[in-house]
C-alpha cells in the first residue's frame, strides 16, 4: 500500500481531496504509473476494469493543467459517451481541490450548436469520443495546438470499434511535443503497433491482473 502523499509533486490540498473522496492509498496501477506520468512521461498501461485507471491520468492531467491559461490543455479519448461521462465526472472529482478548471465533455448524438458554444471559451480539458472530436477539428470550432497531455483511454476498445483513422488524424492537429498516456484493459497487437507510433519511449506498466 503506497499513499498519495509518497507523490511529492501533488499539493497538499489535493492529497485532502482524495482522502476526503475515500482514496486513502494508491491502486497498483496508480502506484506503477503515477511517478513517471508526473514526471511528464509517457505512460502505456494495461490493467483491469476497475483498477483506477482514471485517476491514474487525471492526477497527471490535472498536475499539468495551467488554470490561468484559457486554452485547452489536455484531450482525453473514450471509446464511447457512456465512458467519456464517466471520466469527465471523475476528473470533476479531482478538479475540487483547486477552482476554475474547465472540463467539456464533446460526444456525438448531442448538438453540435451547442458544443460549439461551449467551446467559445477554451475548455482546459476535453474528454470526448474521436469521431466527434475530428468533427471539431475539422469545423475548427476545437484547436489542440496548446495541448500538453493526450490520453486514449480504453485504447484497444477505441481499435475495436474502428476508430484508428480518426485517432490518427486527431493526432496530426496536435503537438508533437506532448505527454502521450495509453490506458488499456488489454494488450492486443494493434496497441503495441499505435503505442510505438503515438509515444516516445514510453513506461510500461502491467499490473499482472489481466482482464
Ligand atoms: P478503470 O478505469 O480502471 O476501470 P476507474 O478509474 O473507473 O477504473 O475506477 C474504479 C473505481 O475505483 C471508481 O469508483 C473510482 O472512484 C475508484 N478509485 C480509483 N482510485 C481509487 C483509490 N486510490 N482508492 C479508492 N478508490 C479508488
Ligand atoms: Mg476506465
Given at each position: 500500500?503506497?499513499?498519495?502523499?509518497?507523490?511529492?509533486?501533488?499539493?497538499?490540498?489535493?492529497i485532502?481531496?482524495?482522502?476526503?473522496?475515500?482514496?486513502?492509498?494508491?491502486?497498483?496501477?496508480?502506484?506503477?504509473?503515477?511517478?513517471?506520468?508526473?514526471?511528464?512521461?509517457?505512460?502505456?498501461?494495461?490493467?483491469?476494469?476497475?483498477?483506477?485507471?482514471?485517476?491514474?491520468?487525471?492526477?497527471?492531467?490535472?498536475?499539468?493543467?495551467?488554470?490561468?491559461?484559457?486554452v485547452?490543455?489536455?484531450?482525453?479519448?473514450?471509446?464511447?459517451?457512456?465512458?467519456?461521462?464517466?471520466?469527465?465526472?471523475?476528473?470533476?472529482?479531482?478538479?475540487?481541490?483547486?477552482?476554475?478548471?474547465?472540463?467539456?465533455?464533446?460526444?456525438g448524438?448531442?448538438?453540435?450548436?451547442?458544443?460549439?458554444?461551449?467551446?467559445?471559451?477554451?475548455?482546459?480539458?476535453?474528454?470526448?469520443?474521436?469521431?466527434?472530436?475530428?468533427?471539431?477539428?475539422?469545423?475548427?470550432?476545437?484547436k489542440?495546438?496548446?495541448?500538453?497531455?493526450?490520453?486514449?483511454?480504453?485504447?484497444?476498445?477505441?481499435?475495436?470499434?474502428?476508430?484508428?483513422?480518426?485517432?490518427?488524424?486527431?493526432?496530426?492537429?496536435?503537438?508533437?511535443?506532448?505527454?502521450?498516456?495509453?490506458?488499456?484493459?488489454?494488450?492486443?497487437?494493434?496497441?503495441?503497433?499505435?503505442?510505438?507510433?503515438?509515444?516516445?519511449?514510453?513506461?510500461?506498466?502491467?499490473?499482472?491482473?489481466?482482464?
Open positions: 500500500m503506497t499513499a498519495f502523499s509518497t507523490l511529492t509533486q501533488l499539493p497538499a490540498s489535493q485532502d481531496n482524495l482522502n476526503e473522496l475515500g482514496y486513502l492509498a494508491m491502486t497498483p496501477v496508480q502506484a506503477a504509473s503515477l511517478p513517471a506520468i508526473l514526471e511528464g512521461r509517457d505512460v502505456r498501461a494495461q490493467a483491469k476494469t476497475g483498477s483506477g485507471k482514471t485517476a491514474a491520468f487525471g492526477l497527471g492531467v490535472m498536475h499539468r493543467v495551467d488554470a490561468s491559461q484559457y485547452t490543455q489536455a484531450l482525453v479519448l473514450c471509446p464511447t459517451r457512456e465512458l467519456a461521462d464517466q471520466v469527465t465526472k471523475e476528473l470533476r472529482r479531482l478538479a475540487r481541490f483547486t477552482a476554475n478548471i474547465k472540463i467539456l465533455t464533446l460526444c448524438g448531442q448538438p453540435v450548436g451547442a458544443q460549439r458554444d461551449s467551446l467559445l471559451h477554451a475548455p482546459h480539458i476535453v474528454v470526448g469520443t474521436p469521431g466527434r472530436i475530428l468533427d471539431h477539428l475539422k469545423r475548427e470550432t476545437l489542440l495546438d496548446a495541448i500538453t497531455t493526450l490520453v486514449l483511454d480504453e485504447a484497444d476498445r477505441m481499435l475495436e470499434m474502428g476508430f484508428r483513422e480518426d485517432i490518427d488524424m486527431i493526432i496530426s492537429h496536435s503537438p508533437q511535443q506532448r505527454q502521450t498516456l495509453l490506458f488499456s484493459a488489454t494488450w492486443p497487437q494493434a496497441i503495441a503497433h499505435i503505442s510505438q507510433k503515438i509515444q516516445r519511449d514510453p513506461l510500461t506498466v502491467e499490473t499482472g491482473d489481466v482482464s
